[in-house]
């Protein structure tokens, strides 16, 4: 499934609920795709990224067109308690366009010839961002379409050969997963399936085997503004194979999550 | 049946018989008439164009001292396609408007060939350095070109 977003959320459970018993989470090789506002999804990347180093001591490569200027709230309160060596696990990178992000990942089995081991998740912030070219039609959307296929498989093809290096050499630390973000261009919009729209999220869907969905609440909590107030859901190949594999996964992991974004910028997260 | 049960079912149908493909010219260096019948329903036109580019020995399994591998495949046109091996996906215009965009086929003549010769035992081996293979996965160079 999406182990590492799944243990995000069991973090920043909200506590005056009545949250479900979340026990076992399986490592999982499922690549995840987070689909949302920008912001939103970059606050949600920052805290999978930090859970990783932090709480499994996985090396981790984060790409963002985006410096990086404060962390979401969540993670502030929790500063002290995290450790500098643990946070080194995290490898910023900033790649200016595709074309650089493409070598970027395409270079990371570089280090498998060497003594270093390879990052055990790998983090890509806004694709949108590397694949929109704003007024394109006809042909040039067909290009994106292929670009959008080139750095997905990429991904994947990267996080298959990762995992196999580190199931090798260091088995705890495998397997390598991948976890991007995309707003869609309906984004903000109400209801419907995005992708059925937007031709990119079907082609990265192809690759991606979970889909994190994160949707305006509606209906939000009392006293919550609508937007502070989100409906967190995972979907997707790798959710329905999960649920039809007798593995030693929690057959009761939440799929569902309402996420409520606090003054502070903090994330707190209800199982539904 | 949904569409992800159609794909999946598709996928697993293909790969038995890419299995079935290995496993007999393995045992007959020949593939019989039933399974080129099988491989012409499963691929479509696909697998013919797939096999000619086998027989003109178009395909070249890429590999680095990382371990890391691709398939290059040389198109009837003379340009060179690199295929990932754990994935569906070529950078060939009907990979982009037959697969991506109308959803009509499972994968390109590049990727069959790709993955027929690796069944066959019939594609080229070629070694580079980690660094050229970046380049070959990142589409920036050719195995030749570096």
């Given at each position: 499934m999406a182990d590492i977003l799944t243990l995000v959320f069991k973090n920043y459970i909200n506590q005056s609920g009545k949250p479900k018993d979340i026990n076992i989470i399986t490592p999982s090789k499922c690549s995840t795709l987070v689909v949302g506002e920008n912001v939103i999804?970059?606050?949600?990347?920052?805290?999978?990224?930090?859970?990783?180093?932090s709480e499994l001591g996985l090396k981790v490569s984060f790409f963002t067109q985006v410096q990086i200027q404060s962390l979401p709230g969540s993670l502030q309160d929790d500063m002290s308690n995290l450790s500098p060596e643990n946070l080194k696990k995290i490898k910023f990178a900033y790649p200016n366009s595709l074309e650089d992000l493409l070598q970027d990942v395409a270079s990371l089995h570089e280090p498998v010839s060497g003594s270093a081991a390879p990052p055990s998740l790998i983090v890509v912030d806004g694709l949108e961002r590397f694949l929109?070219?704003?007024g394109?039609?006809?042909?040039?959307?067909?290009?994106?379409?292929a670009s959008a296929a080139h750095i997905a498989a990429l991904l994947f093809d990267t996080a298959a050969f990762l995992t196999a290096s580190l199931e090798e050499r260091a088995a705890e630390l495998s397997p390598c997963r991948v976890i991007a973000s995309f707003q869609s261009e309906g984004e903000g919009h109400a209801g419907g399936d995005p992708s059925a729209s937007e031709p990119i999220l079907s082609v990265l869907d192809r690759y991606f085997q979970v889909r994190c969905t994160l949707d305006r609440d509606l209906l939000s909590a009392p006293g919550a503004r609508p937007q502070d107030s989100w409906h967190v859901y995972l979907s997707g190949a790798g959710i329905k194979e999960a649920s039809l594999t007798k593995g030693e996964e929690d057959p009761n992991l939440p799929k569902e999550w309402h996420m409520l974004l606090q003054k502070n910028g903090s994330m707190e997260f209800t199982p539904v | 049946m949904t569409d992800y049960e159609m794909t999946s079912c598709l996928s697993a149908v293909a790969d038995q018989l890419?299995?079935?493909?290995?496993k007999t010219y393995q045992e007959k260096t020949q593939i019989p008439d039933d399974l080129l019948i099988a491989l012409r329903f499963v691929f479509g036109s696909c697998a013919l164009q797939a096999l000619d580019l086998i027989d003109k020995r178009s395909v070249t399994c890429v590999s680095s001292f990382s371990g890391r591998r691709a398939y290059q495949v040389m198109g009837g046109s003379g340009l060179?396609?690199?295929c990932y091996t754990s994935c569906h996906y070529c950078p060939c215009p009907a990979f982009t408007y037959t697969v991506l965009r109308r959803n009509d086929?499972?994968?390109?003549?590049?990727?069959?060939?790709?993955?027929?010769?690796?069944?066959?035992?019939?594609?080229?081996?070629?070694?580079?350095?980690?660094?050229?293979?970046?380049?070959?996965?990142?589409?920036r160079a050719a195995a030749t070109d570096t």
């Open positions: 999804n970059r606050s949600l990347l920052l805290l999978a990224a930090v859970t990783a180093a929109r070219v704003p394109l039609s006809g042909a040039l959307q067909q290009a994106e379409l | 890419l299995k079935e493909v290995q060179l396609y690199t086929s499972l994968l390109c003549k590049h990727i069959l060939a790709a993955y027929l010769s690796q069944a066959m035992g019939l594609s080229q081996q070629e070694t580079v350095s980690d660094q050229q293979m970046s380049s070959i996965l990142s589409g």
